[in-house]
C-alpha cells in the first residue's frame, strides 16, 4: 500500500489534522493518483494560505533556496532578527500546519520546503488587501498611492506604460 499525507487545509471540508490516502497496489493504482493529484492542485490554485508577517520572513528565507532543515532557517534569519531559534522553529510549525510548508523528516534532520511560489502567495495577499481596504476597487488604491506617496517620473512612465498594455 502506498500512504499519502497531505495537510488538512489543503481540503476544506475534512477537520483532521491530516488527510491520509491509502491506495490498495491495483490496476486502478495510476488513475488514483492521477485523481488526487489534479484535486491537489485544484485545490492548491484557491487555497494558498494566509501568512503573518513574521511567517513571510521565513517563507522568503524558504523561498531563497530550499529544502533547508530548521538549523538552516534559523542561521538565514540570525542577522536580520534578533528571534530566539524556538521561535523559528514555532513558525515552521505553524506554516507547516497551514500547508505553505511541507516538511520531509531524514534521519533527526527536518528539511523544510515551500507548496507555494511567492509569487502565488502575493497574489492571495495583494487581493485580500485590495478586498479589505479598498473594497475590491482598483482605481481608489492608485490614487491613494499617487496622492500620498512619493513617485518617481520613472515610476509614472512605468505605471502608464503597464495601463497602456492592460488597455489593448
Known amino acids: 500500500m502506498l ?3 497531505f495537510p488538512a487545509t489543503l481540503f ?11 491506495l490498495a497496489k491495483n490496476n486502478y493504482r495510476r ?3 492521477r485523481e488526487l493529484t489534479s484535486l491537489i492542485k485544484q485545490q492548491r490554485m484557491t487555497r494558498t494560505p494566509g501568512i503573518s508577517p513574521s511567517e513571510w520572513k521565513v517563507m522568503k528565507v524558504l523561498w531563497a533556496k530550499s529544502p533547508l532543515t530548521a538549523v ?15 521561535t523559528i522553529k514555532t513558525l515552521l510549525t505553524r506554516l507547516c500546519r497551514k500547508g505553505a510548508v511541507a516538511v ?11 507548496l507555494f ?9 495583494s487581493k ?8 475590491g476597487a482598483v482605481r481608489p488604491l492608485l490614487v491613494h498611492f499617487v496622492e500620498k506617496q512619493k513617485v518617481s517620473a520613472d515610476d509614472i512612465d512605468e505605471l502608464k506604460k503597464i495601463l497602456r498594455r492592460k488597455q489593448k
Open 104 to 114: 520531509n523528516k531524514h534521519k533527526s534532520l527536518y528539511e523544510y520546503r515551500p
Open 128 to 135: 485580500s488587501f485590495l478586498d479589505r481596504i479598498f473594497g
Open 72 to 86: 538552516e532557517v534559523v542561521q538565514s534569519l540570525a542577522d536580520a532578527e534578533d528571534w530566539h531559534p524556538n
Open 31 to 33: 488513475s488514483y493518483i
Open 12 to 22: 476544506g471540508a475534512f477537520k483532521q489534522k491530516k488527510v491520509i490516502f491509502l
Open 117 to 125: 511560489t511567492e509569487a502565488e502567495c502575493v497574489q492571495t495577499e
Open 3 to 5: 500512504e499519502f499525507r
